[in-house]
């Protein structure tokens, strides 16, 4: 079984950054792809960011240019460098991770709480 455990949350103020951190443990994902979500209250879950195992990127509209994920060299550490944050970035921010590079994601970690105040 994989556990994937968050950390990096907090609050901040608009216009700061704060980098989020995902460890996964349980079995090596060199092969598969990890992402994060986050869901704001009273909104359905939503994909941030997600990284396959060769280094491919997508993001959503609302991040790109200020939001990047990476993936440690193990590949079983992902990050999120979330910068020129904004009080609509509220929200429990979930790291998962897929089986393989295809198909859904299969791991969730609990979540890290991000809140920006104006």
């Known amino acids: 079984q994989v556990q994937l455990v968050e950390s990096g949350g907090g609050l901040v103020q608009a216009g700061g950054s704060l980098r989020l951190s995902c460890a996964a443990s349980g079995r090596t994902l060199s092969t598969s792809r990890m992402g994060w979500f986050r869901q704001a209250p009273g909104k359905e879950r939503e994909l941030v960011a997600g990284?396959?195992?060769?280094?491919?990127?997508n993001s959503a509209d609302s991040v790109k240019g200020r939001f990047t994920i990476s993936r440690g060299n193990g590949k079983n550490t992902v990050y999120l460098q979330m910068n020129s944050l904004k009080p609509d970035d509220t929200a429990v921010y979930y790291c998962a991770a897929a089986r393989s590079d295809y198909g859904g994601y299969d791991y969730w970690g609990q979540g890290t709480h991000v809140t920006v105040s104006s």
């Open positions: 990284i396959n195992s060769r280094g491919y990127t």
